[in-house]
Each structure stands twice: as structure tokens, then as C-alpha cells.
């Protein structure tokens, strides 16, 4: 399927570059739906990636890249279910999501992912699994999970440390503060700055460029220097579950799905 | 460089949240809850302090704004990074 338009994302092949855009509106939060047609994607990317040199992901809607996992979703998800049952339910994604995670990580050609505004949470860990982040001046990065009594659970943790020096992993994430492009790439984790509006088009200019090498080379780079931590990932999965079944995670949930206010993106 | 009064700050800050949100400059004053006055949410209160950084060309971590919904309080926030 070299394109495909969903209801949360599309993808299409555009100057020899894939181009996943993610559409669902009001910022792109992960839930069962978008799981779905990542997945799709996943199952496209081997016969889609023979024909192209790069993967560029990013957002169509103005908000910004991504808000992260649908936290209305998993609430109403445990409101409705038996503890066990959303138990299993809460795992059963993350073992999903995860196995889309580490076939993007893994894809042999190069990942950028062009984000602007709100890159929170999932949506921070989506652009992780990127080799490349382009980030536009608005740019927000945050993994806001403890404030929510959990760790980020889509292969956040792992990735970082792979990335990043363990004192700035602590910062972020023992603060839950998000930061801006500024310091994202002061921290190594963003490699090219763009105007408001722009990270795609630096994006594409790019995919042109690593578009040039031969791919066979890219895909035994790119394997040799970007281990993936299939261990500590699963770690992850395990130490999310066993902070999710606790009360103050529930308590957590309901504020910030019940907040009428108008801060509930604020710490 | 010298660093600028907090008068000087809080007025950019004003300039700069009316210019952004378009809301007429003399409809801002110190005080107001600018959640309010601009009729803005959190997402585009993260907008806001993203551009405040930009500008003061400093780091102000967004839980620093806990609590604070005024222009006023939000200036001395950043005037104590600069």
C-alpha cells in the first residue's frame, strides 16, 4: 500500500521520502485508533521502504506534533472495566505499541521526525524513535508522566538514556517540565532548528540529502550504531503496569480528564 | 548588557501577548488573568511562555507558572532568570 489516508493518519510517498501525517484531531493523542493504523503502517513499512530512502513523521494539525497517549481514553477504559481486566487491556497496548515503536526504531532507512508545538509524552516518544529530530521554533518537548503517578510507557525511558546523559534524563523526567527547542538541542536531542511552520520543509530538504547514500549502507549503520533496548523496553511495560494499578494513578487520570479549567497542560 | 528593569519586562510581556493573541495592546494591563483576558488555554499558554523564551532568551520552567495567572507575577518570574 504505497498510500493510505486514515482517520488519524495518512501516509504517501512524496520525491522518493514516506510521509506519515498524523491527523487526529484535537493533537494527535495515542488511543486504540491511532494504535490501529500504526500498526497498518508497521505492516506497510518493509514493502514501502524498498521503494524509498527516508521516513519523515510529522503533524498536520496546528496544535502540535503530538499530546501524547489519549489519557480520556485510558481513564474511561478503567472506569468502565473490572481492575484485572484494564490491567490486561493497559498491557496488551503497550505490547502493541511498543512493537510499532521498535519497528519504526529499526526501520532500515533513514527516520526524521519534523515536529512542532505540543511533543508531549507518546508523542515525545514517537519522535524518539526517529534517527532524526527536526524541531520548528515552537517546538515543546515534555514527558509529563509522573505528574500523573506513572513513567512514560511507550519505550520513553530507554530511549532517552540511549540518547541523552543520565543527569539530563533525570531532569526532565523527575521534573515533568517541558523545555523548548533551545534547550532540546543544547541536550543533543534536536539536530536542526526551523522557522515557526517549517520543520517539514527541513524535513524533505533533508530526505533529499540522505537520500543520496546507498542504502544497504545506511540500513548496516544505522543497525550498528542505534541499538535497540528490547530489555529494558520490557522492563518498561512491567514497571508501568505495576504503578498503574494503583489508586493515585486512577486519581491522577480523573483530575486531568475532569479539569475544566483551562491549565491541564500546565504542571 | 545591562539587565533590563521589571517595568521594562513586564512591558514587553504585554506587547508581546497582545501582538501574538491579537488582542488591542491597551486591553492589557498588569493585573488581569491573562487566561482570561486573552482567552487562551493551557496549550496556548505553553505557546506563550515558549515565546517568552525566545525573547528573554531564557529557560523558565513551565512549573515555575504554577499558581500564576497574571501578567504582574509572570514578569517577576522572568525577571528572576534574567
Known amino acids: 500500500m504505497s498510500d493510505f489516508k486514515g482517520q488519524t493518519l495518512s501516509w504517501q510517498i512524496v520525491n522518493g521520502a514516506i510521509e506519515l501525517a498524523l491527523h487526529r484531531d484535537p493533537c494527535n493523542e495515542i488511543g486504540s485508533l491511532t494504535l490501529d493504523e500504526l500498526e497498518k503502517f508497521a505492516a506497510a513499512l518493509p514493502e514501502l521502504a524498498n521503494g524509498a530512502h527516508a521516513l519523515i513523521v510529522h503533524s498536520t494539525l ?100 540511549r540518547d541523552l546523559g543520565n543527569a539530563v534524563v533525570r531532569d526532565l523526567l523527575l521534573t515533568g517540565r517541558s523545555f523548548n527547542v533551545m534547550k532540546a538541542q543544547q541536550i543533543g536531542l534536536v539536530s536542526q532548528i526551523a522557522a515557526e511552520g517549517e520543520a517539514l520543509r527541513v524535513a524533505r530538504a533533508t530526505a533529499s540529502q540522505v537520500g543520496k547514500f546507498d542504502r544497504r549502507t545506511v540500513a548496516a549503520a544505522k543497525a550498528f550504531m542505534k541499538p535497540i533496548p528490547y530489555e529494558e523496553l520490557k522492563r518498561e511495560i512491567d514497571i508501568f503496569c505495576d504503578l498503574y494499578s494503583r489508586p493515585a ?19 | 548588557m545591562s539587565v533590563p528593569t521589571a517595568d521594562h519586562t513586564l512591558d514587553e510581556i504585554l506587547n508581546l501577548a497582545a501582538l501574538h493573541f491579537k488582542v488591542p495592546r491597551e486591553k492589557l494591563t498588569p493585573d488581569d488573568d491573562f ?45 528572576a532568570r534574567l
Open chain 2, 35 to 79: 487566561f482570561k483576558t486573552l482567552g487562551i488555554d493551557s496549550l496556548q499558554a505553553l505557546d506563550l511562555l515558549t515565546r517568552l523564551e525566545h525573547h528573554f532568551r531564557i529557560e523558565l520552567p513551565d512549573y515555575e507558572l504554577q499558581g500564576v495567572s497574571d501578567f504582574r507575577t509572570l514578569a517577576n518570574r522572568i525577571q
Open chain 1, 249 to 267: 494513578v486512577e486519581e491522577g487520570l480523573r483530575r486531568f480528564v475532569e479539569n475544566e479549567g483551562v491549565q491541564p497542560y500546565l504542571p
Open chain 1, 62 to 161: 496546528k496544535a502540535g506534533f503530538s499530546a501524547g497517549a489519549d489519557l480520556r481514553e485510558l481513564f474511561q477504559r478503567g472506569q468502565e472495566m473490572e481492575k484485572g481486566a484494564a490491567l490486561r487491556g493497559v498491557r496488551e497496548f503497550l505490547e502493541r505499541i511498543h512493537s510499532v515503536m521498535n519497528a519504526l526504531d529499526a526501520a532500515p532507512l533513514t527516520t526524521i521526525a519534523a515536529v512542532h508545538g505540543v511533543t508531549f509524552g507518546g508523542g515525545f516518544e514517537l519522535a524518539l524513535v526517529c534517527d532524526i529530530i527536526i524541531a520548528d521554533r515552537m517546538a515543546r518537548f515534555c514527558f509529563p508522566e509522573l505528574r500523573l503517578g506513572l513513567i512514560p510507557g511507550f519505550g520513553g525511558i530507554p530511549r532517552l538514556k
